[in-house]
């Protein structure tokens, strides 16, 4: 089995990867389910020294574990570890949010779309109602990078109070990074569809938009994330590899950067 790094699995590791190729409603670009073996595999190229942090993010271990392929078995997973799933599609965010049940919790959503519709193509469970999903379960949301979705889910929004923070509104604000967190409690699950990140950045995904987060915008987000919050769990989805572009490689940095500002 590929691990993260090509790094050997042991018990003591504080970090696990859990691959989640599922992928059942992807609606355009399709691909997801090939995500999590393509960027295990791209990892092998990182370097283990980080030079922004000064550090070997690995050095606190790094496990890998047996691919999950459904809903049902992630929400009855059980580890004490610090997971980074990476999908696979977006829906698998509501079972790995359910895991946690820690008081003051809030969830970050970074991505390009609201995916608060209640329906898509008659699918309650499809990857663009997610957060309607998790709003049942949990209302405290922030959404990062917005700049696609329907009326409806405007209207959602509005009614709702949910802290949306669309892209338009980042690109000129200084403030940005402080004013995201304090919407935040003092737990936090952070869920990343990487078409939040700008297409030239991050071009292989389900359904890109133009006009997105820069690389460090958002580095600089999640380090002050982790610094300030206790972040609970990650998940990092949509990606749709192509042999071409090497985004798969991106994401598996952006992984080992979320490891050395977690840890």
């Not at 691990?3 to 699995?9: D, Q, R």
């Not at 940005?176 to 995904?205: C, F, G, H, R, W």
């Amino acid at each position: 089995m590929e691990t993260f790094m090509n790094l050997p699995n042991f018990e003591e590791a504080k970090v696990a990867i859990l691959p989640v190729p599922y992928e059942k409603t992807t609606s355009y670009k399709k691909g997801t389910k090939n995500a999590p073996k393509a960027i295990l595999k791209a990892s092998n190229e990182l370097e283990l020294y980080d030079e922004e942090l000064q550090k070997e993010p690995y050095q606190v271990g790094i496990t890998t574990l047996d691919e999950i392929k459904t809903l049902e078995e992630l929400e009855k997973l059980e580890t004490d570890k610090f997971i980074i799933a990476i999908g696979g599609e977006h829906i698998i965010s509501l079972p790995l949010i359910k895991r946690h049940s820690q008081e003051n919790l809030s969830i970050l959503q970074i991505d390009a779309h609201a995916d608060l519709k209640d329906s898509f193509e008659n699918n309650k469970m499809s990857h663009a109602c997610v957060m309607r999903r998790v709003f049942e379960i949990n209302k405290n949301i922030t959404q990062v990078g917005i700049r696609s979705l329907e009326k409806k889910e405007h209207e959602f929004i509005k009614h709702n109070k949910i802290n949306t923070f669309f892209m338009k509104d980042l690109i000129y604000n200084k403030n940005y990074i402080q004013e995201i967190l304090q919407t935040l409690k003092e737990n936090v699950y952070l869920t990343i569809d990487l078409d939040a990140l700008d297409p030239s950045i991050m071009p292989d995904v389900g359904t890109p938009e133009p006009g997105g987060v820069r690389w460090y915008q958002l580095l600089s987000l999640l380090k002050q994330l982790f610094k300030e919050k206790n972040v609970v769990g990650v998940d990092i989805v949509e990606l749709c590899p192509n042999k071409t572009t090497n985004s798969d490689y991106i994401v598996s940095k952006l992984i080992y950067k979320i490891i050395g500002y977690k840890f």
